[in-house]
């Protein structure tokens, strides 16, 4: 059965500061990887979504990279901003079901950049 | 991008009785939708897959009798919860695939039952 782990569980930044967030998963036959980002309350805003032949995606001050033989994964936030402040949320696909199967999520990492 | 509205985002029943929750794909048509529940501090767990036109797939320990699974076209899957208790009480969240080469998950806003 997939796992995935979200290290760190919290984190408190200072403004400014970039930061990498770390995700792991147990079983390496995914079909890709997504992560998100969740407000208080809210749904989840899809980040970047990482297929299993790719190493990294990059949008704005974002970057994710994909180990998948060694099942990791890193966020990147570059000069980060108090409205970077939410829970991050990694979820990966299996490759079992060609895409079709439903994701498989980390607990999250609850981030708080401070102004 | 794709939108996934999702109704309501907020509801208070009481115990004994039945919510219904829509998920819509407003930009996109979704032969398969997915249902997630998520207590507080847990991860987003995966109650069932709701394909057009056929039965749902429900993930074990998740009683099929309760969370009554409906998609009945393209855009709109309904999760119902019947004869809610209030350890039914969650965060149900639904998602929509934006199928092609990249597999994309797209999310509702999510719904909060309190049941009483």
């Known amino acids: 059965k997939q796992e995935v782990t979200q290290i760190p569980a919290a984190l408190s930044v200072p403004e400014g500061e970039n930061l990498v967030l770390n995700c792991s998963f147990t079983?390496?036959?995914?079909?890709?990887l997504q992560w998100f980002r969740q407000d208080p309350g809210k749904g989840l805003t899809s980040l970047l979504l990482?297929?299993?032949?790719?190493r990294e995606q990059t949008s704005g001050r974002l970057n994710a990279s994909l180990d998948k033989s060694s099942g990791r994964s890193t966020l990147y936030i570059a000069a980060s901003q108090p409205g970077d402040s939410a829970t991050y949320l990694c979820?990966?696909?299996?490759?079992?079901?060609?895409?079709?199967?439903?994701?498989?999520f980390g607990k999250g990492t609850h981030l708080i950049i401070q102004p | 991008g794709a939108v996934v509205s999702q109704h309501p985002s907020r509801v208070i029943c009481k115990s004994g009785t039945s919510v219904k929750i829509e998920c819509r794909s407003l930009?996109?048509?979704?032969?398969?939708m997915f249902w997630y529940r998520q207590f507080p501090k847990q991860s987003l767990m995966l109650m069932a897959t709701?394909?057009?036109?056929?039965?749902?797939?429900?993930e074990q320990g998740v009683e099929k009798d309760k969370f009554l699974i409906n998609h009945a076209s393209l855009t709109l899957s309904t999760l119902t919860v019947t004869s809610a208790h209030p350890e039914d009480s969650s965060f149900y969240i639904c998602?929509?695939?934006?199928?092609?080469?990249?597999?994309?998950?797209?999310f509702g806003q999510g719904t909060r039952l309190t049941v009483v």
């Open positions: 709701s394909n057009e036109g056929s039965k749902a797939t429900y």
């Open positions: 990482i297929q299993s032949s790719q």
């Open positions: 930009d996109f048509q979704a032969t398969t």
């Open positions: 998602s929509a695939d934006r199928t092609g080469m990249n597999t994309e998950a797209f």
């Open positions: 079983d390496s036959a995914i079909y890709n």
């Open positions: 979820a990966v696909r299996p490759r079992g079901g060609g895409g079709a199967d439903g994701l498989t």
